[in-house]
């Protein structure tokens, strides 16, 4: 039976790409999308689009049911936060970044929902670096909201994989072959990860039994097109 997956934030970045890799693998896919008209001249008629906005709680209780196999929840990465912008207020960052997580979380634990959630986050939140220092000016409390938001998913109960992805690019490979790591590592710009293959990532992750409960920092990528196998023989890194 094709997979259901549940992707938020997906009519821009890496969670678009997301999308169509679940679709690439023949898995049924809804996307809860703030802009649905947005969402349907991304997708047309290939997936459901459910109306919904993590920052708005009742709108995510028609969204998520017990029947999807995983959530993928790429609502803020490094690249702005759910694409709202820079220069947010710190009130504004909390409430999309941390908030939207629980939002979610509460709404899926209350309709049943027991299966994986996918949270995709940014590495160097543990290690000091100029980058996080900038991001963190540029966004206030955007890495205090990214712990809580981890924190937050791990002690939910929920079965959970935690991606923490490297400095994105929208190129096709990387000077460097993949990494799959658990190592407290700052942000550089020499870990690096096409949109295209943290996509792959993600969309491997669901259903893999090596990713649950699991934290981990990705980045490399030198291969147009992952293979299973690269990908895997990464996961086995996993402890």
């Not at 491997?204 to 090596?210: C, K, S, T, Y």
């Amino acid at each position: 039976m094709s997979k259901q997956i549940l992707v938020i934030g997906g009519t821009r970045g890496t969670g678009k790409l997301a999308i169509d890799c679940s679709i690439d693998r023949g898995y049924s896919v809804t996307l809860v999308a703030r802009d649905p008209a947005k969402a349907r001249s991304l997708f047309g008629d290939t997936i459901r689009i459910i109306d919904g906005d993590v920052t708005r709680p009742e709108s995510l209780q028609t969204a998520i049911n017990s029947d999807f196999d995983a959530i993928i929840y790429t609502v803020d990465i490094t690249g702005g936060v759910g694409g709202r912008g820079f220069f947010a207020s710190r009130q504004s960052v909390r409430e999309i970044v941390y908030d939207g997580v629980v939002n979610t979380i509460n709404a899926a634990k209350k309709q049943g929902f027991q299966n994986q959630f996918i949270l995709l986050t940014t590495l160097g939140l543990e290690a000091p670096s100029i980058i996080m220092t900038v991001l963190d000016t540029i966004k206030p409390g955007v890495i205090r909201a990214s712990q809580d938001k981890a924190t937050y998913l791990i002690e939910s109960g929920l079965p959970y994989t935690i991606v923490q992805a490297g400095a994105l690019h929208d190129g096709n490979v990387s000077s460097e072959p993949l990494v799959v790591s658990q190592a407290d590592i700052p942000m550089q710009l020499n870990y690096q990860i096409s949109r295209q293959h943290l996509a792959q990532i993600l969309v491997a992750a669901v259903g893999n039994a090596i990713t649950l409960d699991k934290t981990f920092n990705v980045y490399g990528g030198q291969e147009l097109l992952l293979s299973p196998a690269i990908i895997d023989e990464q996961f086995q890194k996993l402890r």
